[in-house]
């Protein structure tokens, strides 16, 4: 079966997910109330699905994970955070598979173009004074125009 575990420091309090649709929050006109004031304004849904449930953020902020969600589908022993509140996730049927928790893991951010260069040239081997001559011994300067001459216009 099914349940979440709310823990609002007075020990766990679980709650069966029997229902198709259980609305969470701060407010008495919830299916389920959080107590704690840091929960005041906030609602979630969590909703069956063919695989398990998913969470959907309705008002304030909600956490997944530790990180903001706006709606995910659960995974067991995932945790929510709703103001000060935590609610476990609990469905053994809904266990992490590697392409779940893949789907879920954030892109990497690219690095930008300066880290980049950085790291080419932090692997460079470090070249001497004279190895460094003789690299620029063999690039070719572009040829400069002459000099202008007082009195005299440009070539």
Do not use: F, W
Not at 24 to 37: K, L, M, N, T
Not at 62 to 87: F, M, Q, R
Not at 120 to 130: A, D, N, V, W
Not at 135 to 141: I, P
Request: proline share 11%.
């Amino acid at each position: 079966m099914s349940r979440i575990i709310i823990n609002e420091g007075t020990g766990p309090r679980p709650v069966d997910l029997s229902v198709s649709r259980l609305v969470i929050g701060g407010s008495a006109d919830c299916d389920v109330r959080v107590r704690d004031p840091a929960a005041a304004g906030s609602e979630l849904v969590i909703e069956a699905t063919p695989t398990g449930h998913r969470v959907v953020r309705l008002r304030g902020a909600l956490l997944l994970n530790e990180e903001p969600c706006e709606i995910a589908d659960l995974l067991h022993n995932d945790t929510l955070h709703v103001g000060d509140s935590l609610i476990l996730y609990k469905n053994p049927d809904a266990r992490r598979s590697a392409a779940a928790a893949a789907l879920r893991e954030p892109e990497p951010a690219p690095r930008a173009a300066s880290e980049l260069e950085l790291v080419e040239l932090e692997e460079l081997p470090e070249l001497e004074l004279e190895e460094l001559a003789e690299l620029d011994d063999g690039v070719a300067e572009e040829p400069q125009p002459p000099p202008a001459q007082p009195g005299r216009p440009p070539r």
